[in-house]
Structures are given as C-alpha cells and as structure tokens.
C-alpha cells in the first residue's frame, strides 16, 4: 500500500484536530508484529541504537516507513514526513519505569512547529502494564511549564546536555531533562492499545506513561517521531532527519514496494553540508567498475574523496545501497570547490 492511500478516516483525521491525538487499531499485521520482536530478540546488542535505530536496522526501517504507520503520517502533516527518531520502548513488569508526562516539543524543538509521533504497541497495552496515557485537547495550550522529573518509581530521571544548532549555523548548549507537566488527574485518559494498534499525536499534545504494576504482563511499544519535511529541526542529534518514501523505499509504477533501500555507512567521511537547499535535480549515470568495487570506492574504502547518495546494482542480489543522506552533498566527481 503506498503512502498515498491515506489509512486514516476523514472521522479519525477530525478526532486527531480536535483532541491532539487519534488511537488507531491494526496499523500491523500480527506477522508484522512477531517478525519485529522476533528481530530484537535476537539481533546483537552491541551497537547502541539509541535514537537512530532507522539508520543502523532494517526492521525500525520497515516500521518507520510502514505505508499505515509513514502514511498515516504523511495525511496527518499534510506534506512529505521525514523521520527525526526511533525509539523501542520496552517496559519490563513488576516496576518498569514510565515517562512522565511531557510534549514532545520541549526535547525535539522544531522550527516551524510540525513535530508529530507514532506511538505503536507491540503487546497488548493498558493501564495495568503502563500503557499510553493522554491529556485529551492539550495540544491548543501552548508549551507548558515543565520540571524535571522527581519520582523514579515511576518515570525515569534524567538530565543531559545537548548542542544545538539554527538554520543560521548558530551553536550553543541546551540542558534537557526528563519533563514533567504538573497536570490534573481528571484531564488524563489512559488508553488501551491492542497489539499492532497505534497512536499519532502532535509534537503539543500532552502524554506519557506510568510505571508497569503487572505481575508478568511487559509493555513494549515502538515510537516514531516524524516532521513534515523541510522542518529544522534545532538538536544536533537528531537533525539529519530522513524522509520516508525517498529513502527507504522503491516503488513501481503500480505503487508496490519492491525492496527496501539498504543503509551503508560510510568509512570516510567525504561528503559535506548543502545548507537548507532543497533537492533540484537528480543525476544518473553509469559506473564502468563491479558493483563491489564501486561500493567500496564510494563509501570512501580507497581514499578517492568521491561518494554519491544511491548506488543502485544491476544485480537483484546487490539491490540499493544508501551512502550520503540526502540533507549531505555527495561529492560527485571528487570535492566540490
């Protein structure tokens, strides 16, 4: 299904206007679903993810960029969604801390403000086991006071520093910490999310979770914080956001994915800044060498200062290799002057 297709209702796009958020069940298929934590279960674990788990993992790709969950997105911003982060979260029974209630917008600070998440469960998720709660109609309200965090048997606490940077090139030093909104218990509504369920709210609207009192239930959940593109994004962390459709996938002309795009790192850095100009011409060409050879020479194996965006395969077995993200300039035939 392409993006295109719009998974939500007109009912359910009014519903996310008017509240700040819309529940939305079976955006994955159960095999969808078992496929993810069957995944994680077993991947190594001796890369930390932290919030770039689209960039390094092929299944938060395929969830990032799910038709339902991108697509929903993409209808809801209005525009093109590019990912800003991922973020597993899973919630062990018996104490699993919570977050405490925040609006995104406080650590994603965006200019102008389309900030966005999708909030997917991947078990069962209610009250009991720590499940999503909102404050329904908070995203009119403006960004709300915050304090850190103070009761860890409850929500994680934390604090750390983070650079920033304006569209300007301006740098400086910002404190996060875990944000907590002092809100009256009357206004939250907790919600019950079934498996493969999900939740878009706004970058505005108020919502956390509490700490997972279940004997034997976990409460895992995959979230995804995304932009309409050409929004800035001000945390240095996380500013080279990756649009959806472009990057990820490849369609034919019937609009059915064919093959995920493969990320490779780069083992040379030969790639430089392009500013916040938009893309404005694609340039194809042929290669005469192998595609191995080619691979390594463009992520920067022979030291050649040259590197593109795609090296697309002339085999199935090679398919699409992503080098240079698209907000980076490629260095095409060697360093541009």
Known sequence: MPLSNRPLTPAQVRYYEEFGYVAV?????????AAFLRHEAERPKDTPYNLHGHCLDE????????PAVAGGAQQLLQGPPAVV???LLDKSPAGGQGIALHQDCHYLPNEPNTLMACWLALTETDRGNGGLCVVPGSH?????????????????VWENRHAMRDRQGREWQETLVSFEIDVDPERIRYLTVPRGGGVFFTGMTIHGSYANRSENRPRIAFAVHYVHRGTWVLREDVQDTMPV???????NREDTMLYPVQKVN????????????PVSLVVVHYTAGREQGDLEVLRGGMDRLVSVHYLVGRHD??????????????????KSQ
Do not use: N
């Open 25 to 33: 069940e079976g955006l994955l298929a159960e095999e969808e679903v």
């Open 59 to 66: 299944r938060y790709r395929y969830l990032a960029a799910h």
């Open 85 to 87: 982060q991922t973020m």
């Open 140 to 156: 009119r309200l403006g960004l709300q006071a915050a304090h850190k965090a103070k009761d860890p048997g409850e929500h994680a």
């Open 245 to 251: 459709l472009s990057l990820w996938c490849v369609f």
């Open 266 to 277: 780069m083992k040379q850095p030969y790639f430089g800044s392009r500013g916040d100009l």
């Open 317 to 334: 077995g090679f398919g699409i290799k992503a080098l240079v993200l698209e907000s980076k300039a490629a260095w095409h035939a060697g």
